[in-house]
Each structure stands twice: as structure tokens, then as C-alpha cells.
């Protein structure tokens, strides 16, 4: 057994807003991963804030009072040093409507302390969970999205801020700080991050709203018409695709 001294420091980030629906999952699947947890709260209105003082292993909670112009990169960076204050070993980013898949913490647990003790930032694969609690939709970008959200704090990287986005309000800026060469030798975790952001159709519309009135006319996004149909340049040239899951992948929620 290691000594409890030589566990890594893992301090989670969230930045939420808004989240009642899924966050004390998110919040407990965390706990069992991360030793700290950190969140930067955008003007809630539900019960979000009451679920997370609930948690003991929420250490800080930056309460944003009045909202302010969207900017990603601000409430991102905000909340990295909110974290760095607590002297991590790792950060790890995470929303609130994300929960980690089971056997995370077995899984990274390994990943950190036996085969990849030196590796900086780690990549997580999301899977898009649509319409049933056991069924991921995995045509076009859903089936082959990943993105770092574990960084290693040391020398080379504690000085590392998220940078700006080509997009307003910095959208999509990325939620761990990087750069090309840790890009280079990014590891892929075998942890899954199961996202709920594109759950039903509600859910679904009003994002579609928001990306289009912050984004307008994006070429690159096409519209951003993948969040709600099987349209568009990110969804699969079949169609869409839903696939399974086998019931111990599946949470109960």
C-alpha cells in the first residue's frame, strides 16, 4: 500500500452554472477521484449551489453575484488559480453536466502512478449520452471526441494560462491550459467521461440558441447544427448513430 503522503494531489474545476440536474452525480463520481474540489458558480438560480456545499470535499467556491459579458478564458483561468493556491499535483476540469465513468479512480489511479508517472496532460474520451440513460450517440464528432482535461502541475507547466479562442466569448478555448509540446506527448486515459449536455431534446435546443446567438453563421461549426439533428458537417455522413450501452457502463441517476 502506498503511503497516503505519496497519493497525488488531484484538485477538480468546475465551472458551472445552473446544473441541479446532474451535478450531485458529477460531484460524487469526483470525490472518489480528486482530493479537492474547486468551483467557480455563474449566477446560479436552482439548487446547484445548495447540492455543492453539501460536499466535503468542496474546498472553494467562487460565488459570481452579477453576471457578466461571456468570456471562457477569464472564468477558466480564474478558477486554475483558484486551484494552484491549493498546491496540486494535477488539475483536472470537469463540468457539471459530466460524470466520470465507473472505475475511474482504479483506472487512473494506475495510469498516474504506474504507467504514466512522468506524462504532463491526459486526454479523456466523451461519450454523448441521447434521450435514454444507456444510449450514446457516436456518428461524426460524437464518436471520436477527446479532450485534454488532466494537466500535471510542475515547473513547465504552472505558469500555463488557457489562451484566447478564435470564437466570442472565447467559446471552446479548451478547459486545461496546453501547448504543442505537451499536445505532442498527450496520453489518452482509458477513464470516459460521460457527457449529458446533449441529454434530450430540450437540453439540446437551448444550446443549439445559445452557440448560434454567441456564434453566428459559423462556418466552422456549420451552424451548429450536429446538436440537433443528424444535419450538418460534424454529424456522420450515415446518419445518426446510437449505440447501447452494456448495463454496468450505465449510471443510475
Request: hydrophobic content about 30%.
Amino acid at each position: 500500500n502506498k503511503d497516503r503522503a505519496e497519493i497525488p494531489k488531484i484538485i477538480a474545476m468546475y465551472r458551472i452554472r445552473n446544473e441541479e440536474r446532474w451535478i450531485e452525480k458529477s460531484l460524487e463520481a469526483t470525490s472518489e477521484v480528486c482530493q479537492e474540489i474547486v468551483i467557480l458558480d455563474d449566477c446560479s438560480t436552482d439548487n446547484t449551489l445548495s447540492i455543492c456545499k453539501k460536499f466535503p470535499k468542496v474546498v472553494d467556491i467562487y460565488e459570481r453575484k452579477e453576471p457578466l459579458p461571456l468570456d471562457e478564458v477569464r472564468d477558466r483561468n480564474e478558477l486554475l488559480n483558484i486551484a494552484l493556491k491549493r498546491n496540486p499535483d494535477y488539475v483536472f476540469s470537469i463540468d457539471g453536466d459530466e460524470i466520470l465513468a465507473p472505475n475511474s479512480k482504479e483506472i487512473l489511479s494506475e495510469e498516474l502512478d504506474i504507467l504514466y508517472p512522468d506524462s504532463k496532460i491526459f486526454e479523456f474520451q466523451f461519450l454523448y449520452f441521447w434521450d435514454e440513460l444507456n444510449k450514446i450517440r457516436y456518428d461524426g464528432i460524437y464518436g471520436k471526441t477527446w479532450q485534454p482535461r488532466l494537466l500535471k502541475i510542475d515547473s513547465d507547466t504552472q505558469k500555463l494560462r488557457i489562451k484566447e479562442s478564435n470564437y466570442s466569448g472565447n467559446l471552446h478555448c479548451g478547459s486545461v491550459p496546453t501547448n504543442t509540446k505537451l499536445s505532442e506527448k498527450s496520453i489518452k486515459s482509458n477513464v470516459k467521461i460521460f457527457h449529458y449536455g446533449n441529454f434530450d431534446d430540450n437540453i439540446r435546443q437551448q444550446k443549439f440558441k445559445f452557440y448560434n446567438n454567441h456564434d453566428p453563421n459559423s462556418l466552422e461549426q456549420d451552424g451548429y447544427l450536429h446538436m440537433i439533428s443528424e444535419k450538418g458537417k460534424h454529424s456522420g455522413s450515415s446518419g445518426m448513430k446510437l449505440i447501447t450501452l452494456p448495463n454496468f457502463m450505465c449510471k443510475k441517476l
